[in-house]
């Protein structure tokens, strides 16, 4: 792929993700964890759980995409990384691991405490489908930014999507399952043969992973790769390509 190429990716990448933030006031409702309790303490499967498990079954392909290329909680974190200049500690990658067991917990007593799942309501708490309804809302929304904002400037970039995230647990677990099984998966593969050690790849991931390290010892899988082609878009050398492939 050229270098006009890779920067176009990486603008249309953006764009997306810019268009993903600008509709969260509207789209809240279909991917929030929050909602999904509220449902259930009604015995509801609402839009957001039904998404959520949409993200499950398409990590068995496409991992984390949904992570580098369309969430907006990722997105309002790459709009602020002008003001958050460290890369996020790895060794606090587990604490996402709990958040997700309480929200897991916490879900099934809401639910068994309301007689099971009584009904699918894909547009749960919204208006003609959209979850702006009161003020009440965007305030929501406005808390939301807060802390997600908080915690990335804390943590390092993108720091909430690797230490808190429970949606990023449900994927990770679905690439860990593929990865189990072998089936063909979109991946990032490199050439290291190629690779001039120029460090690039590593400073434009914003997940923080020691991208040249996993080039150089020809291991390009890692659970907290959001497949957003920073890296591969950056290499001078082309080092680094999307594919799919097995085990």
Not at 19 to 26: H, K, M
Request: hydrophobic share 50%; charged share 15%.
């Amino acid at each position: 792929m050229s270098q006009k190429s890779r920067f176009s990716r990486q603008t249309i990448r953006r764009a997306i993700l810019i268009v993903s933030f600008l509709l969260l006031p509207a789209t809240l409702f279909y991917i929030s964890p929050i909602v999904i309790l509220m449902g259930a303490a009604q015995g509801i499967a609402t839009g957001s759980l039904l998404l959520f498990t949409a993200l499950f079954v398409l990590s068995l392909g496409v991992s984390r995409v949904w992570c580098g290329w369309l969430c907006p909680m990722g997105a309002w974190q790459e709009i602020c990384s002008p003001v958050m200049k460290r890369r996020v500690d790895g060794r606090r990658d587990r604490v996402k691991y709990g958040v997700t067991v309480l929200w897991l917990s916490l879900l099934a007593y809401l639910f068994i405490g309301a007689g099971g799942i009584l009904a699918v309501d894909p547009f749960y708490g919204t208006v003609n489908g959209f979850s702006i309804t009161s003020l009440d809302t965007l305030m929501m929304v406005g808390f939301i930014f807060f802390m997600i904002f908080a915690v990335a400037f804390v943590m390092g970039r993108r720091g909430y999507c690797r230490v808190v995230c429970p949606t990023a647990v449900l994927m990770i677990v679905g690439r860990k399952i593929r990865n189990a099984v072998g089936w063909p998966a979109l991946r990032l593969a490199a050439d290291a043969g190629r690779c001039i050690d120029c460090g690039k790849c590593s400073k434009a991931c914003p997940m923080g992973l020691d991208v040249h390290g996993m080039v150089r010892e020809g291991r390009m899988e890692s659970a907290e790769c959001i497949l957003c082609a920073s890296c591969a878009d950056t290499c001078p050398e082309g080092v680094i390509t999307y594919g799919a492939g097995g085990r």
